[in-house]
């Protein structure tokens, strides 16, 4: 019923920027939150940011004053400046949907991740 496609990894050079994208598609649902996650290579997966539909938004303190969140529409982006090495990982979109014609039924959705790489 809904989907999440994430987009915008790439190479960079340590000290440049990527922007991720991902979207949300499907029909009678309403996004309660949107948020990114990584994986870096020998590491857990772990929280990078969200953002509600309120607004509010919350960082990893590894990324605050670097990243940045925002939605538009059933877009979420994640402007990822002053990249470091250490920022390598596939990232990956969460969102938390709710369809109010289906008992107000809660879902987690996943996207396919995309690979962020920062090396010289």
């Known amino acids: 019923q809904v989907q999440l496609v994430e987009s915008g990894g790439g190479l960079v050079q340590p000290g440049g920027s990527l922007r991720l994208s991902c979207t949300a598609s499907g029909s009678m649902f309403s996004i309660n939150v949107m948020g990114w996650y990584r994986q870096a290579p020998g590491k857990e997966r772990e929280l990078v940011a969200t953002i509600t539909s309120g607004g509010s938004r919350n960082y990893a303190d590894s990324v605050k004053g670097r990243f940045t969140i925002s939605r538009a529409g059933a877009t979420v982006y994640l402007q990822m400046n002053s990249l470091k090495p250490e920022d390598t990982a596939v990232y990956y979109c969460?969102?938390?949907?709710?369809?109010?014609?289906?008992?107000?039924?809660?879902?987690?959705?996943w996207g396919q991740g995309t690979l962020v790489t920062v090396s010289s």
């Open positions: 969460n969102s938390g949907v709710v369809f109010p014609n289906d008992r107000y039924r809660y879902l987690e959705v």
